[in-house]
């Protein structure tokens, strides 16, 4: 139903500005907050009854879906986008699935970057296999110097580091801000 009349009234101050706490801590606009008031009030005055939607449509895919942003919040979206290396929208859309589904989800780049990173920890691990291998069998060590290993580990060393970097990078970057909201 669309919504073109209008109702109106005039309050004290002190009214207005719990109307307008109460608004700011439920994220809300003040008219979205008394729209809900009167929905609330006619509802168990039993004038009214309880809204229902129609079943849900399916969305066609690559469906757009534009949300309003205050300036600062649209700036802190393409800060943190930019350190992620992706468009905003990108990022608001992987913060939003992530939400929604309640499932961590690693933007494209991050998580080929973390499987090529485990493929080169497999290639090392199977290497060094073949060494030990080949060492129990001849009962001595051929092949790589002592300076080779030491090399392989600081290879290992680095790698592990990169993803540690990566793992806390990613889990800063979700939790950014969300202390800042809860005030």
């Given at each position: 139903?669309v919504?073109?009349e209008v109702l109106k009234v ?8 719990i109307?307008r ?9 003040e ?10 009030m006619?509802q ?8 229902t939607?129609d ?9 757009r879906?534009?949300?309003r942003l205050?300036h600062?919040?649209h ?11 992706m468009?905003a929208a990108t ?13 961590p ?11 090529r990173?485990?493929g080169e920890?497999g290639?090392?691990?199977?290497n ?5 291998r ?9 092949g790589p110097?002592v300076?080779?290993?030491r ?17 806390n990078?990613?889990t800063a ?5 969300h202390?800042e909201?809860?005030?």
């Open positions: 139903m919504a073109t005039r309050v004290p101050p002190d009214t207005k500005q109307v706490t109460l608004a700011q801590q439920q994220q809300l606009t008219s979205a907050l008394l729209m809900r008031l009167v929905q609330t006619l168990t005055s039993g004038a009214i009854r309880a809204t939607f079943p849900l449509q399916p969305v066609a895919r690559g469906a879906l534009y949300v205050r600062d919040d700036t802190l979206l393409r800060e943190h986008a930019a350190g992620r290396g468009a990022y608001a859309s992987i913060l939003l699935r992530t939400h929604l589904r309640g499932v989800l690693l933007p494209q780049r991050e998580l080929t970057e973390l499987k990173s485990v920890l290639a090392i691990g199977r060094l296999n073949q060494l030990a080949v060492a129990n069998q001849t009962g001595r060590v051929t110097s300076q080779d290993l090399a392989l580990l600081r290879v290992c060393t680095a790698l592990r580091d990169h993803i540690k970097e990566l793992i990078s990613n970057s979700w939790n950014t801000g202390a909201a809860r005030r």
